[in-house]
């Protein structure tokens, strides 16, 4: 089965850090490109970073810019956002998605993980 | 307030036809694909339509996308209970070297 699951969540002070893995399975994770959306609960999607298949092209909103770090490890099908400096307004639950080759279109999404910034 | 202008929402009749649009900009949707999500309430948003127009095998053709320029549309046919969700636009912004999601739309079947 093709997916991808996200882990890594939970509740950090603001200013701390925190470290999500997205988990691929059922495809060459290799090949494709990945993303890390997010959505605070009740609103709608925001794109936070995304990555390609060799890692070489790394993008980020300005939002996160200088406080979040997307990476992967192909030889462990892993995908990782290093979150630091958070904010209360980096609270939401975080979605890694796998990328349709060329396209800049989400085909494979996870359940999401929770992440709470506060005092 | 979202690069991507999408209506806050829409609503139909179960067995008509709604259409959602997704304004942009030259440095976007005027020079990118777009593509449309599904989000059930308490889900993982779903890929619906992809380079504007194409569909993902496993979406019914009820569904179909179109772009114009600057703006994109999502229509939806023969409109069931079941379709009502919020609604996403995506694209590549070339300014922001980064992707922007419309605001969503929130489709409701009357």
């Known amino acids: 089965e093709v997916q991808v699951v996200e882990s890594g969540g939970g509740l950090v002070k603001p200013g701390g850090s925190l470290r999500l893995s997205c988990a691929a399975s059922g495809f060459i994770f290799s090949s494709q490109s990945m993303i890390w959306v997010r959505q605070v609960p009740g609103k709608g999607l925001d794109w936070v970073s995304s990555i390609s298949s060799s890692a070489n092209n790394k993008h980020y909103a300005d939002s996160v810019k200088g406080r979040f770090t997307i990476s992967r490890d192909n030889s462990r099908n892993s995908l990782y956002l290093q979150m630091n400096s958070l904010r209360a307004e980096d609270t939401a639950v975080y979605y890694c998605?796998?990328?349709?080759?060329?396209?800049?279109?989400?085909?494979?999404w996870g359940q999401g993980t929770m992440v709470t910034v506060s005092s | 307030q979202s690069v991507l202008t999408q209506p806050p929402s829409v609503s139909a009749a179960p067995g008509q036809k709604v259409t959602i649009s997704c304004s942009g900009s030259?440095?976007?949707?005027?020079?990118?694909?777009v593509s449309w999500y599904q989000q059930l309430p308490g889900t993982a948003p779903k890929l619906l339509i992809y380079?504007?127009?194409r569909r993902p095998s496993e979406i019914p053709d009820r569904f179909s996308g179109s772009k114009s320029g600057t703006s994109a549309t999502l229509g939806i046919t023969g409109l069931q209970t079941g379709d009502e969700a919020d609604y996403y636009c995506v694209s590549w912004d070339n300014s922001l070297s980064a992707g922007v999601f419309g605001g969503g739309t929130k489709l409701t079947v009357l």
């Open positions: 998605a796998r990328i349709l080759t060329s396209s800049h279109a989400f085909d494979i």
């Open positions: 380079e504007n127009n």
């Open positions: 030259s440095s976007n949707i005027g020079n990118n694909y």
